[in-house]
Structure formats: structure tokens, C-alpha cells
């Protein structure tokens, strides 16, 4: 599976951004996608997971702000994120789980995109 993560950039607090996160690969429709991101100095969080027809996980952090969503296609993931804040600056990146439910740990994820650059300036 492979993953290119797009849709970063610079906005001010309060703005939305819409990221993608494009899947391919023969088993990308039915893998997991989990959304990461990592600050610097800090470590890799969890932000949002999806997998088609099961459950959605949400950090705490992304709720009520953040939502994930896939295209009809199945195999790209959106991460739509409302009413950013400066604390949300980070590079996000998208990971697939090939076997399995969607998961909040990092360890779980066999592959992983490049990252995309998110910068919520105050």
C-alpha cells in the first residue's frame, strides 16, 4: 500500500483545512487509515482512524473539530479540521493497517505516507 498525504498549509486560527490522504495498493479500499501528527520535540499522537464499516476513533483533542471521512472510492481518506488552533501545528501523517480494525496506536499501522505540513499561526 502506498500513501500520499496532501492538503497542509499555513492558515490563522479558526480556519479549516481539508487533508487527503490518497491510498493505492491491491488492498487499500479495505485497509485502516489512521491520521497521526508530530509536533517538534514531541512525540508521534494519534488523531483520527477509520476503517470502512467499522469504528471511528477520535483523540480527545479532535472532537467536535476534526472529521474523517472516506471518498466513494474507498481508498482516499479525508481529514477535515474546523476551528484550528496554533497548538494544532504539526506535521500530519496518514498510515494504513492491512489487517484488522482501525487503531489508535501507531505500532498498529504496517505503512505510512510522507506527511503533509499543517501551520495554524495565532
Known amino acids: 500500500v502506498q500513501l500520499q498525504a496532501s492538503g497542509g498549509g499555513l492558515v490563522q486560527a479558526g480556519d479549516s483545512l481539508r487533508l487527503s490522504c490518497a491510498a493505492s495498493g491491491r488492498t487499500s479500499s479495505n485497509s485502516a487509515i489512521g491520521w497521526f501528527r508530530q509536533a517538534p520535540g514531541k512525540e508521534r499522537e494519534f488523531v483520527a482512524a477509520d476503517k470502512w464499516g467499522g469504528t471511528t476513533y477520535y483523540a480527545d483533542f479532535a472532537k467536535g473539530r476534526f472529521t474523517i471521512s472516506r471518498g466513494s472510492a474507498r481508498n482516499t481518506v479525508y481529514l477535515q479540521m474546523n476551528s484550528l488552533k496554533p497548538e494544532d501545528t504539526a506535521v500530519y501523517f496518514c498510515?494504513?493497517?492491512?489487517?484488522?480494525?482501525?487503531?489508535?496506536?501507531?505500532?498498529?499501522?504496517?505503512?505510512w505516507g510522507q506527511g503533509t505540513q499543517v501551520t495554524v499561526s495565532s
Open positions: 498510515a494504513a493497517r492491512t489487517t484488522g480494525w482501525a487503531s489508535r496506536s501507531p505500532d498498529e499501522y504496517d505503512y
